[in-house]
């Protein structure tokens, strides 16, 4: 039984989004290898990256909000990743699986997702403190943030 | 203003349906209505469910107006699961501004990778811009999570699995029906995301379902047994990085509402069946706990005692729930389709003398936002 099937025109959707002054302080942050988190003036929740509203009381928020966080961050939760998804809808078996991980950092009581490298997959655990990983000449952008490791 | 559930229908649930999405709108649409004993025209408003995103349009809804019915009818649509149609459409009757409504929904998950899809739920200047975070990643990070706070092991996720695509056997419609799987063939099947095997998330499918409503001014004119609508509650988390991953609050902020206005004070002992949306394993044991089945962190002692069998003291997802099939949309319509067909005596794996059920539909990563409706057999 075949049925005939229409494939989408060839369409790339790159879209460009304003980040906002708080964001490009934060990759602007990067350049000196540093982590900016938003702290709410009103109930101290400190949320990383900044936000320009506060997720917990919805205080407004700016760059004055803005702390620096030391960048070591304690590992909540982890998964080894065998598939990925190749952005066109297929999955790609990983030959060498990769780390991804829930990590509050120090400072910050909201949490990010980040890859983590120099590590066995074995030797990972819940409760592990990591610290970034930097390019060799960070630009300010959110490439210069490479992974965590073990630290 | 009372609602009831007056009539339903669930297509078949498939991959790569032979059938454009509007055919499989129009024959859910049409036996729902058949099954509720009203024309199109008794209808006063029509309401879809579908998603730009999954359906690779914009205005996913307008080409699903035919199938549904609702030319110069009042009509709209909830870009979300098929649920929050259902409540889209309740809260219009209950506003008595009709008397009949339909609800449809839909997905066609062949269309484009719905998990691909899930990366556009994510913030866009730095979750987004990592390539392994996705609905399932993200996913086994909760598991992970969950697991760990509360001595949850594999075990207990594959039981869950075991569970419910052995009650699937007996869904005519389900997608995923294995009566003779076991746990071991579930944590061998396919890694995907560590805890997540294959068999541990929910596979999307192409799929419809839809529901008539109507009223307490004509649904026990209309239908012999109609199924009341108790209880609704409705609640939404924060985004999932400022959430505490390991428990579903909105879920627990949901069921709680639900509860108070159906006048449930006891879950475990009032309520008679629960159809949930568990889109990975390990949220079906979180779900036991926010709906209040059991105290935070026993939800495997609930699997491990087979209390939610079919024939268990709390049963859940006698359909299959969503690990049997997901067609996104219509997922969540479909439990509560289920919750209904218990109600009425009609279900594949019928919970004896079934007369409060519980439905719910979830949606976002993490199950970030969640809906419960309590069905009854009395308004």
Not at chain 2, 48 to 69: E, H, P, Q, V
Not at chain 2, 152 to 163: M, T, W, Y
Not at chain 2, 234 to 250: F, G, P
Not at chain 2, 263 to 289: C, K, N, S, W
């Amino acid at each position: 039984m075949g049925v005939v099937r229409y494939e989408g025109l060839p369409f790339v959707a790159r879209f460009r989004w304003n980040t906002g002054k708080i964001m490009e302080k934060f990759y602007g942050g990067f350049a000196e290898r540093q982590i900016l988190a938003a702290k709410c003036e009103n109930c101290g929740y400190t949320v990383v990256p900044p936000r320009v509203i506060c997720p917990k009381c919805s205080s407004k928020m700016n760059e004055n909000n803005l702390v620096k966080l030391d960048g070591r961050g304690v590992v909540l939760s982890y998964t080894v990743v065998r598939k990925k998804l190749d952005g066109k809808g297929g999955f790609v078996t990983l030959d060498k699986p990769e780390v991804i991980a829930a990590v509050k950092l120090n400072g910050a009581d909201s949490m990010i997702f980040a890859k983590i490298g120099d590590v066995d997959v074995e030797d990972i655990k819940s409760g592990m403190e990591v610290v970034p990983v930097w390019a060799e000449k960070p630009e300010g952008r959110l490439s210069d943030l490479l992974y965590f490791r073990p630290g | 203003m009372k609602v009831a559930v007056i009539g339903y229908a669930v297509s078949n649930l498939e991959w790569d349906a032979e059938k454009t999405r509007e055919e499989t709108v129009f024959e859910v649409a049409k036996s729902a209505l058949e099954n509720a004993g009203v024309s199109r025209e008794d209808v006063g408003t029509v309401i879809s469910a579908s998603t730009d995103f999954l359906d690779g349009r914009t205005i996913s809804n307008c080409m699903l107006i035919g199938g549904g019915g609702a030319y110069l009818k009042d009509e709209s649509k909830a870009e979300e699961d098929g649920m929050y149609a259902a409540l889209y459409a309740a809260q219009r009757l209950m506003a008595g501004v009709h008397d009949i409504a339909l609800a449809v929904s839909h997905t066609h998950s062949w269309i484009f990778n719905p998990h691909q899809v899930s990366q556009y739920m994510l913030e866009p200047w730095f979750d987004r811009q990592n390539d392994l975070i996705n609905g399932i990643t993200l996913a086994a990070l909760q598991a992970r999570m969950y697991m760990e706070k509360h001595g949850v092991d594999e075990l207990d996720l594959a039981e869950v699995c075991v569970k419910n695509l052995r009650n699937a056997a007996k869904v005519p419609y389900a997608l995923r029906k294995l009566h003779d799987i076991t746990v071991e063939e579930i944590l061998e099947s396919e890694m995907f995301s560590d805890p997540l095997t294959e068999l541990m998330i929910a596979p999307p499918c192409d799929g419809a379902a839809a529901v008539v409503l109507a009223s307490e001014n004509v649904a026990e004119e209309i239908c012999e047994n109609p199924v009341w609508i108790k209880g609704i509650g409705n609640s939404c988390d924060n985004y999932l990085r400022d959430r505490d991953l390991a428990k579903l609050n909105s879920l627990e902020i949901a069921a709680r509402k639900a509860y108070r206005m159906a006048g449930i004070e006891e879950p475990f002992r009032e309520v008679d069946v629960a159809e949930i949306t568990e889109r990975f394993a390990h949220q079906e044991l979180m779900a036991y706990e926010a709906l209040s089945f059991c105290r935070e962190g026993k939800g495997r002692v609930l699997i491990e005692e087979g209390m939610t069998e079919v024939y268990g003291d709390m049963p859940v997802n006698p359909s299959g729930g969503a690990l049997a099939g997901d067609p996104i949309c219509a997922t969540g319509m479909i439990r509560l389709i289920e919750a209904a067909k218990q109600i009425r005596g009609e279900a594949e794996n019928q919970v004896d003398g079934c007369r409060t059920a519980l439905a719910h539909a979830q949606w976002g990563l993490c199950a970030q936002k969640n809906l419960v409706f309590i069905l009854g057999d009395e308004p």
